[in-house]
């Protein structure tokens, strides 16, 4: 199932945005389609994916005041195709056909993303996961716990398993993933005193707790079992939990959930690279983000999914984002699921297969964002010099791609003026760019002056 195309205009009509993300030739076909969307700063890439949040999040409130007057999105899968339709001039006029398991998962590891934050809504079609815990607020610490809760919970599933492990061989990770729990050292004295009467009093202070109060009504059936697991914290001093093996009964996010909140334990993931053991908190940022994201879309994708990611080059090495579209095909290649991607990153546009990919490039004038449909290209394999200068129209020193357009401009301009046709009014316009683009130490520039020069006289 893919999202074909949206359209949201103002309330004078005006066109906020109108893009296809799928062509004639991207037909339905088995497994993702990504695509990549583009533009210059201030073309709307991320108030794009924000709008697309908020159409599916709200899409069935009646009450609901919208930002724009009118919205229109297509949705397609191999037997038919599904129209959305929101008017708020004419409240009447709602058509949302929307496939009973279709979903929207917003995924950005950055606390200025503009996805719609929304909290566990099982009402919504849509889900946020970001990092972060609030419409304007992150916490370190939230991502650690967020990995901690999907890992334990697909490990008492026994759950992709594999999946994960291919998350791991990207990363150049050792397929080892602990979770090493141990005992608060302020609590250790505590409960050589009386352990049943600390947790006891521990259980009660949840009561009373904004946060874990929701645990409370659960913790008092969990008291044998807190204090099963505290027994055998306090004869090992640790206990190591390998969430790549199926987890028993006996521990579940439950029980690790409870024992957080009642502040009893220290815990760390710890992961290997090579023969070093290291925990993850000491990982790099750019591990830590395609860690989590990978891992949150694992969690909570399926068929039928609608997965937007915000500025996924973000604290990425170079070959990283060169094999990020790849590799997302690879890792979720069992799934019809529509990737949409926002980026500034040439690397990610370098590996676009055209079959099961398109490139969306965002322009505006002086009054709007112009209609976008994906752009004819195929660009798997393609140099970084390449991509800079086709799709991005951005210009490096002595680029070779630059010297054979122009090299193709004076061939066809020596063609025109030998059979005195006009001269070309693309090739000028062209030349006219790359004049204002390149820099004045660049030996291009003098041939582009000279071709200019050479067409200011066949006026």
Known sequence: MRLKSLKILNNTGKIIYDVSFLGKEHKERSGPFISVVIGANGTGKSFLLNQITELFAHYNKKKYKWTYSLYEAEIIDKKSSQKIIIDSKKQKEKYFNVPINFNVLAV?????????????????????????????ASFSSNVERKIVEILINLAVANSKTEEIKSIFNYLQWRNSCILRISLKKSMIKKFDLNIEHVIKEKIKKLETSVKYKKLFFMANNFEEKIIHFIDRLKKNQEIRIDLFQPLSLEFDLKLFDLLNALELINYDILVQKGSNEFYFSWASSGEKQLFFTFLNILANIKTNSLVLIDEPEISLHPNWQIGYIDFLKKLFKNYDCHFIVATHSHYLVS?????????????????????????????????????????????????????????????????????GININNRDREKLVCLNRSLKSQDPLKGVVEALLEEMGKQK
């Open 351 to 419: 590996d676009l297969e055209a079959r099961s990919s398109s490139l969306v490039k965002l322009k505006r004038n002086e009054k709007q964002i112009l209609p976008a449909i994906p752009e004819e290209i195929n660009t798997y394999a393609w140099s970084a010099e390449n991509v800079l200068y086709d799709v991005f129209g951005a210009i490096t020193s002595r680029n070779r791609f630059v010297a054979e357009d122009l090299a193709s401009i004076f061939e066809r301009f020596v063609e025109q003026k030998d059979a």
């Open 108 to 136: 950005s590891y950055t606390i200025n993303d503009k996805f719609l934050f929304q909290k566990d809504n099982f009402d919504s079609c849509y889900k946020y996961l970001g990092i972060r815990q609030s419409s304007n």
